[in-house]
T-cell receptor
Framework: GENVEQHPSTLSVQEGDSAVIKCTYS??????FPWYKQELGKGPQLIID?????GEKKDQRIAVTLNKTAKHFSLHITETQPEDSAVYFC?????????FGAGTRLTVKP | EAQVTQNPRYLITVTGKKLTVTCSQN?????MSWYRQDPGLGLRQIYY???????DKGDVPEGYKVSRKEKRNFPLILESPSPNQTSLYFC????????????FGEGSWLTVV
């Protein structure tokens, strides 16, 4: 089955800096790659996703890139703000399945 | 408002005392699932349901049961809870499973002593 690895497990940045979280997956049949943000005391919420026919997608300060050949995808957050502090999960979805990474705790220091 | 509602949000129980965590969604989603979240392990799927009366095991089903008698409800049952089931549990739903946005509930903190 699909296996997703996520790095780093914790990330601390200064407000205004960029943050990058990386994930690798194992199943070449995976064709959908969402990213979820989990704020303290809440359930994860989708923030951006990308499908395998696209290499990059951007939504304001958030972007995701996908390299299908290397089987890795990344989340980029620019101009970080304190409210970006949260746990971020990547996921990879082959048909009939979805697997999550272990999560990255991002702290943005004011 | 589209939402997944789970109850209770917090529960402390004793080993062996049966408990049920309820889950309801108001989006008419076909797919529902349960996850547990443990430090360093991310979100692991316990059970999922593709539609009414259709359920299947996820990665960590031992010690849990589920049922899907109605489209909107998907309760998680711990027949005889043990301390290793102490965890944060999330119910989730999506339109049709993989490849679709998953909507999570707010989570249920369960402690088994």
């Amino acid at each position: 089955g699909e296996n997703v690895e996520q790095h780093p497990s914790t990330l601390s940045v200064q407000e205004g800096d960029s943050a990058v979280i990386k994930c690798t997956y194992s199943d070449s049949a995976s064709n959908y790659f969402p990213w979820y943000k989990q704020e303290l005391g809440k359930g994860p919420q989708l923030i951006i996703d990308i499908r395998s026919n696209v290499g990059e997608k951007k939504d304001q300060r958030i972007a995701v890139t996908l390299n299908k050949t290397a089987k890795h995808f990344s989340l980029h957050i620019t101009e970080t703000q304190p409210e970006d502090s949260a746990v971020y999960f990547c996921a990879a979805s082959p048909p009939h399945d979805m697997r999550f990474g272990a999560g990255t705790r991002l702290t943005v220091k004011p | 408002e589209a939402q997944v509602t789970q109850n209770p949000r917090y529960l402390i129980t004793v080993t062996g005392k049966k408990l049920t965590v309820t889950c309801s969604q108001n989006m008419n989603h076909e797919y529902m699932s349960w996850y547990r979240q443990d430090p360093g392990l991310g979100l692991r799927q316990i059970y999922y349901s593709m539609n009414v009366e259709v359920t299947d095991k996820g990665d960590v089903p031992e010690g849990y049961k589920v049922s899907r008698k109605e489209k909107r409800n998907f309760p998680l049952i711990l027949e005889s809870p043990s301390p290793n089931q102490t965890s944060l549990y999330f119910c989730a739903s999506s339109l049709r499973g993989s490849g679709n946005t998953i909507y999570f509930g707010e989570g249920s903190w369960l402690t088994v002593v």
